[in-house]
């Protein structure tokens, strides 16, 4: 079975531009949370869906946004990027919005880059 | 907003050997887990608590839901080499719509032929 499917990989962008980044989750999986994770410290919530619905959001910026698909794949978009948001952005996938049913699915992440 | 304090920082220890860690927290969680990161990989789930005062064991690892409900520790016995990376450990509030994770600042574990 496919895991968490998180995609690039890796990413290089220049302050001020934007960038989406894209998760799909675990089949049969309908929520899908997502994570900021700079380097040397644990995960933060950004923001969970479940059933494309926003659940969640965590303490950002309004320049995050994200959105869940009738598939429940999932896209996190960054605008205005700033030296700051240089980080491992990783996706959650769960069967239902806790963390019940052995907790959250964790993906690989997208590493960004902002020069 | 909710802390979790996680302990130690950093561990040293030999091949063989049993390890300790813990975490704390200013607020009351409905659930604890615990979690293992290599580099440029995701978290990797090792141990789910749901109840207080729950111990539950996964091969060497074995972790408690602490009876405050504000705590918990995860206990590694006779290490090995592949042991090595870090360990966070990550709550869910009991309350909100969202059921999002709080982690901890991690621990890096280095096991010692």
């Known amino acids: 079975d496919a895991g968490v499917t998180q995609s690039p990989t890796h990413l290089i962008k220049t302050r001020g531009q934007h960038v989406t980044l894209r998760c799909s989750p675990i089949s049969g999986h309908k929520s899908v949370s997502w994570y900021q994770q700079v380097l040397g410290q644990g995960p933060q919530f950004i923001f969970q869906y479940y059933e494309k619905e926003e659940r969640g959001r965590g303490n950002f910026p309004d320049r995050f946004s994200a959105r869940q698909f009738p598939n429940y794949s999932s896209e996190l978009n960054v605008n205005a990027l700033l030296l700051g948001d240089s980080a491992l952005y990783l996706c959650?996938?769960?069967f239902g919005p806790g963390a019940a049913n052995y907790g959250y699915t964790f993906g690989s992440g997208t590493r960004l880059t902002v020069v | 907003g909710q802390q979790l304090n996680q302990s130690p920082q950093s561990m040293f220890i030999q091949e063989g050997e049993d390890v300790s860690m813990n975490c704390t927290s200013s607020s009351i969680f409905n659930t604890w887990l615990w979690y293992k990161q290599d580099p440029g990989e995701g978290p990797v789930l090792l141990i789910a608590?749901?109840?207080?005062?729950e111990l539950t064991s996964n091969g060497r690892l074995t972790a408690q839901f602490g009876i405050t409900r504000k705590d918990s520790f995860l206990n590694i016995s006779a290490s090995i080499p592949s042991d090595v990376g870090i360990y966070f450990c990550?709550?869910?509030?009991?309350?909100?719509?969202?059921?999002?994770?709080?982690f901890g600042s991690g621990t890096q574990l280095t096991v010692l032929p």
């Open positions: 959650a996938s769960s």
């Open positions: 990550a709550g869910q509030p009991t309350s909100g719509s969202a059921r999002q994770l709080t």
């Open positions: 608590l749901y109840k207080a005062g």
